[in-house]
């Protein structure tokens, strides 16, 4: 008894000490967020504080080809409850060979090249009460499987369970004026948020050329949205989460300082079909009078076929994004993207600008403003022609 | 008309001939010494280490970056490289992949980790600062002999150790430089120290290699090196720890799937 124990314990150490490497890491944020115009709705709230953590933890097999991955995230809002969450936004054991990974779990998974819209990258939901540009998202439980061969590479995945959109509150900012019933959604399918979905995609480069070609069969992340107004209550939105066949195609030639990127859909959706695209280019003048400055200028045309009305709703239908991205390469990394969306046939203006600057070893300074100009009725975004703002941030990372 | 002066004639053009074909021009010898430098390191098949990066600006203030580094020496062309950034911790888990080429544009993909996005980017930004520090991207990457034409310029001792001194002119068009100075020792043909000159022709840099050290019997690796710009007063030291050969890298540990894993 006393020898297993002893062994027990050596195991234990060696294990600890030898075999496994565990790393913690992550961020701490205080974020302060500024809305200059009155809301909408009298129950929304203006200007005020969150503080936000995400820490993760990595095990390693001591060099072996298993890993462990926790990333934690958790929101306190001082306004809006539903806004005041938390996420897994990784969870997963992962193991690779030579030519094939293997991971299940949480995960996170990007796709697309473009920088206005990722209309491809279906897999995660976006966690909508984060961030209005929807870049946020909320951790999916899948399997994933990829095969790496000379001819390219094969993802395949099994996404074992639907996560819900997160919207902002009763007291939240970027909502409609009548509140949305994120209680009771509405499936397409039977077996609801227990719908099993499938998606694959194929990438691979020829020379200055990465391309990559995806299909997605499963529950929608983007839900429809149905207003409800019966006789003796309030009038809500209920949300429809549809079944959906999706090909996306996405190629970015790069040539010098050139970036051509390219990003296109098709969506199969309650019986009918429409098409999106986006495409455009980034151009970089580096290393300006050799100051370290990059500039680089960026363009963009966003086009979709969408009716508005019949599908879940894309507000760039027929818009332009001109941009400017500035990299100082300082020691404190500063870096500056400023651009404006433009319909160019219809209304809307929307510019925004994000800053970043490091400060000491482990701070980052962020800065974001997003306005909504010259909107007009029957635009998506006209019922958030009041939330204006400016985002200041401060993250501590250790 | 003799048998004697015809010989005489042969003799002649013989010793002229043998003369040119020994007498080397400076840019011929420079192009030797590179080569000669380039083989000795040929074969190490691949290589890691851990990199510090200390960058000092005028004042003397101290800016720490830390680097992981893998290397795949790929035959005919140019390595392979994946460069994983642990410090600051805000960079953590961001990622570099690189496929150098003998000639033309090196593949570069970088990993955002946040975003958990990979992207392709230009390679031809070689003159601007990697990570805030006096290095360029162009004097840390894979230095093949075909991105430089060179020049012998004579024989000198630094720090007491009999040296090669030549110029190489980069190819590149997108290079930040005119002409750079290399010493490179003797006995074992390792770079001791290079002055850079910015697209003026004015001094810009210097950098020197420190304590060398051999690995696998053969392959020569500095622990140190400091770059001085010489125009802003601000320097970097590259401080390599952990230098290990014979990992048993292969292609698959350097590709799109293992940036998104590297850390």
Not at chain 1, 383 to 389: L, T
Not at chain 2, 36 to 42: G, I, W, Y
Request: net charge negative; proline share 3%.
């Amino acid at each position: 008894m006393k020898n297993i124990l002893g062994a027990f314990i050596l195991l234990v150490v060696l294990l600890s000490t030898k075999t496994y490497s565990q790393e913690l890491s992550g961020f701490a944020q205080f974020q302060l967020r500024y809305f200059p115009l009155g809301p909408l709705d009298d129950r929304q709230e203006g200007t005020g504080f969150s503080l936000a953590i995400q820490p993760e933890f990595y095990y390693d097999f001591g060099g072996s080809p298993h890993s462990l991955l926790f990333t934690f995230f958790a929101r306190y809002d001082q306004h809006d409850k539903e806004r005041t969450h938390y996420d897994i936004r990784e969870l997963f054991w992962l193991y690779y060979s030579d030519n094939w990974e293997i991971s299940v779990g949480f995960r996170k998974i990007f796709w697309g090249v473009t920088e206005s819209q990722h209309l491809v990258d279906v897999i995660n939901q976006t966690d909508f009460v984060e961030n209005f540009n929807g870049e946020q998202k909320l951790g999916q439980p899948m399997i994933n499987f990829i095969y790496i061969h000379d001819w390219g590479t094969l993802e395949l995945f099994l996404l074992t369970g639907f996560r819900e959109r997160t919207f902002p509150g009763e007291k939240g900012r970027f909502r409609f004026p009548i509140l949305i019933d994120t209680e009771n959604p509405i499936y397409e399918s039977s077996s609801e948020y227990k719908h099993i979905d499938f998606a694959f995609r194929y990438v691979n480069y020829i020379g200055p050329f990465d391309f990559a070609i995806s299909h997605f069969v499963g529950t929608s992340r983007a839900p429809r949205f149905t207003p409800i107004d019966s006789a003796g209550i309030e009038p809500y939105i209920q949300l429809n989460y549809d079944l959906m066949n999706q090909t996306g195609l996405e190629g970015q030639l790069t040539l010098g300082s050139w970036l051509w990127k390219f990003e296109g859909i098709t969506r199969h959706t309650i019986g009918k079909r429409f098409y999106a695209l986006t495409a455009g280019f980034e151009y970089t003048f580096s290393n300006i009078s050799n100051t370290g400055l990059d500039v680089g200028v960026l363009g963009e045309w966003l086009y979709d076929d969408r009716d508005q009305f019949f599908f879940p709703p894309n507000p760039f239908k027929n818009h332009v994004f001109v941009g400017s991205r500035l990299a100082f390469n300082d020691v404190q990394s500063t870096e500056i993207l400023a651009g404006v969306l433009v319909d160019y046939r219809g209304a809307g203006i929307y510019p925004s600008i994000e800053a970043s600057r490091r400060v000491g070893e482990s701070f980052i300074v962020n800065l974001e403003a997003i306005a909504f100009y010259n909107t007009e009725e029957g635009d998506l975004l006209h019922f958030f022609r009041r939330d204006n703002y400016l985002q200041l941030e401060i993250n501590w990372y250790y | 008309m003799s048998f004697i002066n015809n010989l005489k004639y042969i003799f002649i053009v013989l010793i002229a001939f043998t003369m040119m074909l020994s007498a080397q021009t400076p840019e011929e010898k420079g192009l030797e010494i590179a080569i000669e430098a380039d083989k000795r390191d040929l074969g190490f098949g691949d290589s890691s280490s851990e990199l510090t990066m200390i960058l000092r600006n005028k004042q003397g203030d101290e800016s720490k970056r830390k680097i992981s580094n893998k290397t795949l020496e790929v035959k005919d062309d140019g390595d392979k490289s994946l460069v994983i950034f642990n410090e600051p911790r805000d960079v953590k888990g961001t990622a570099f992949l690189s496929f150098t080429h003998k000639s033309g544009p090196d593949d570069q993909w970088l990993y955002l980790p946040a975003l958990k996005r990979v992207k392709r980017i230009a390679s031809d930004n070689k003159s601007g600062p990697f990570m805030g520090s006096e290095f360029a991207y162009e004097d840390i990457s894979s230095q093949e002999v075909e991105k430089y034409t060179y020049k012998y310029l004579k024989d000198e001792t630094v720090d007491g150790i009999d040296c090669f001194v030549m110029e190489r002119y980069p190819v590149d068009e997108n290079s930040g430089y005119t002409r750079q100075i290399v010493w490179i020792d003797k006995a074992e043909y390792r770079p001791m120290k290079v002055d850079f000159y910015d697209r003026k022709n004015s001094m810009l840099k210097t950098l020197t290699y420190h304590e060398y050290k051999q690995y696998m019997d053969k392959y020569w690796r500095a622990d140190k090196l400091s770059m001085i710009n010489h125009q802003t007063g601000k320097s970097t030291d590259l401080l390599f720890a952990d230098y290990k050969f014979a990992n048993g890298f292969s292609d698959s540990d350097f590709n799109q799937n293992s940036l998104k894993r590297a850390r």
